[in-house]
T-cell receptor
Framework: GQQLNQSPQSMFIQEGEDVSMNCTSS?????WLWYKQDPGEGPVLLIA?????ELTSNGRLTAQFGITRKDSFLNISASIPSDVGIYFC?????????????FGTGTRLKVLA | DTEVTQTPKHLVMGMTNKKSLKCEQH?????MYWYKQKAKKPPELMFV???????INESVPSRFSPECPNSSLLNLHLHALQPEDSALYLC????????????FGEGSRLTVL
């Protein structure tokens, strides 16, 4: 199925560092969602974005809905060991269709204490 | 309370068995989803029920049979599965609006022997 370009694929960082990841698409989206998934568990919704240019925070996490509506960014500040996991973006829009969320390929984050 | 409950958490079945996965949500959501997720891959959409009617079937083999008994419950009936069907099966729900937050359950880990 269709997937979004998500980068980086994986990253190793030191505890306390800031992290940035992004998703890009050739299609316009109306909604961007960001998830964190731990091994063997379901994805947990972190942030939802609905307007172009929107910047939303959830604790140490900040996400932005790109102005072109074709991309989104997630930043994690002052990373801690429990931030380890896989982060997925998901977009939904007219081209994907109602109820169809297109997922990114995921960013695997490892935090070194 | 943003909770989607899935049972069982783990299931092992033979290729001739018949089993079912169950999902329940009490958020008043009107859209419910089944996704399949292989290791290190994003979730893949299988089925969507909207207002208790099947809205989307992503060309899923007939050995997977979804059922939506009411607006809170979603089942996935399994019969004559193949070893390659082993995966994490995720249930999700959303309000039913065009662009809404998608909440996942913890998943059911299926192993087909």
């Amino acid at each position: 199925g269709q997937q979004l370009n998500q980068s980086p694929q994986s990253m190793f960082i030191q505890e306390g560092e800031d992290v940035s990841m992004n998703c890009t698409s050739s299609s316009i989206f109306n909604t961007w969602l960001w998830y964190k998934q731990d091994p063997g568990e379901g994805p947990v919704l972190l942030i939802a974005l609905y307007k172009a240019g929107e910047l939303t925070s959830n604790g140490r996490l900040t996400a932005q809905f790109g102005i072109t509506r074709k991309d989104s960014f997630l930043n994690i500040s002052a990373s801690i060991p429990s931030d380890v996991g896989i982060y997925f973006c998901a977009g939904q829009g007219a081209t994907s269709g109602t109820y169809k969320y297109i997922f990114g390929t995921g960013t695997r984050l490892k935090v070194l204490a | 309370d943003t909770e989607v409950t899935q049972t069982p958490k783990h299931l092992v079945m033979g290729m001739t068995n018949k089993k079912s996965l169950k999902c329940e949500q009490h958020m008043g959501h009107r859209a419910m989803y089944w996704y399949k997720q292989k290791a290190k891959k994003p979730p893949e959409l299988m089925f969507v029920y909207s207002y208790e009617k099947l809205s989307i079937n992503e060309s899923v083999p007939s050995r997977f049979s979804p059922e939506c008994p009411n607006s809170s419950l979603l089942n996935l009936h399994l019969h004559a599965l193949q070893p390659e069907d082993s995966a994490l099966y995720l249930c999700a729900s959303s309000q039913g609006d065009v662009s809404g937050e998608l909440f996942f359950g913890e998943g059911s880990r299926l192993t087909v022997l």
